[in-house]
Each structure stands twice: as structure tokens, then as C-alpha cells.
């Protein structure tokens, strides 16, 4: 019985050609697997980055310049528009904790939590500051959401711990943003 349908060993050679789901599902778990174990280590000693403490210093040190920026700017912005000055002080002194944060080695520092107002903190120029309020406000939440976003991005090279404090300073910058901004919506 050779008169069977080319139309039928066309589709079972086809059929022969395209993997079966099950093949599929258990190719892809085995896949998943081993990304799963190459991501597990065995090392007895904890990883360093390449750069080692340097890396970690000048994170750090990164992290205190951003965080003197932020400060002038509140002081700035402070000094241009006083009827701000109630609402912007918590998060100035959050502000001066992070740069604290970032210049104290030892966990158990505990930091002071109000820096000392200068006109140019850390040595930086005094940033320019809007007339208008609204736009003040605008302005110091794009420096929060810059420092936010840096904070972040360095994530990916920091070690544990500094990795720690950097998200929860870039949360906090964050929560900064929004507070900046909220009246602005609410009005």
C-alpha cells in the first residue's frame, strides 16, 4: 500500500521537525536550573569587587559630595523663599544624616542629625535658586531625583553593605521627590 497521501507523510515529517512540549517544558527547566546553580557559589571568603576598599572609599566619598550638594541646595533654597523653611526642614536634616552616613566608617557612629547651615557646605558653589516657588520646589526635587537615580545606578558595584545603604538613601531621595511635589498635585 504505497498510495499513501503526500499530504500525510508532508505534515508527519513536519511534525517529526518541531520539538514536542514536553521537550520544550523540560529543556527550558534544565535551562533554568543551571542559571539558577551557575548563580550559587561555594566560596568560603566573601567576594570583593576588583577595586576593593578604593571602590568602596570613593563610593562613599561619592555619596557625601552628593549628599553636601543636596544640602547647599536646601540652604539656598531656604535663604530665597523663609516660608519654606518649616516644610523643607525634615528633609534637610534627613539630608545631613545621609552625608554623615556616608563620611562615618564604623556601623555604630551614631550621626548628628542637624550639619551645620553654610552658605557654600562643603565647598561647593551655591546653587541658583528659582524666584518662584513652585519652581524652587521643582528644582530641589530633580537634584533629590538625580542623587536618587546615582545612588541607585552604583548598586550594581557596591558590596553588600554599602549596597544597603545606598538603596535606602536612593528610597529615601525618592520619598524626598515626592514629598517635594505632592502639593503641587494636591492643590
Known sequence: MSSASP??????ARAA??????SLLLGGGALGAVALLSGCSDDAEPRRDAGGEAAVALLRARGARDSTALLARYD???????DLAERLAPLREETAR????????DRSASPSATASRSP??????????????????????Q????????????????PPELARLLASVAACG????????????DS
Open 7 to 12: 499530504a500525510f507523510a508532508e505534515s508527519s
Open 143 to 158: 537634584a533629590e531625583r538625580q542623587a536618587a537615580d546615582t545612588r541607585t545606578a552604583a548598586l550594581a558595584t557596591a
Open 17 to 22: 521537525a518541531v520539538p514536542r512540549r514536553r
Open 98 to 105: 545621609h552625608a554623615a552616613v556616608f563620611t562615618t566608617k
Open 120 to 141: 557654600s557646605a562643603g565647598g561647593q558653589r551655591v546653587p541658583k535658586v528659582p524666584e518662584d516657588e513652585k519652581q524652587a520646589l521643582s528644582a530641589l526635587a
Open 174 to 185: 525618592a520619598a524626598h521627590v515626592y514629598l517635594l511635589t505632592q502639593r503641587d498635585t
Open 76 to 82: 539656598a533654597t531656604v535663604d530665597a523663599h523663609p
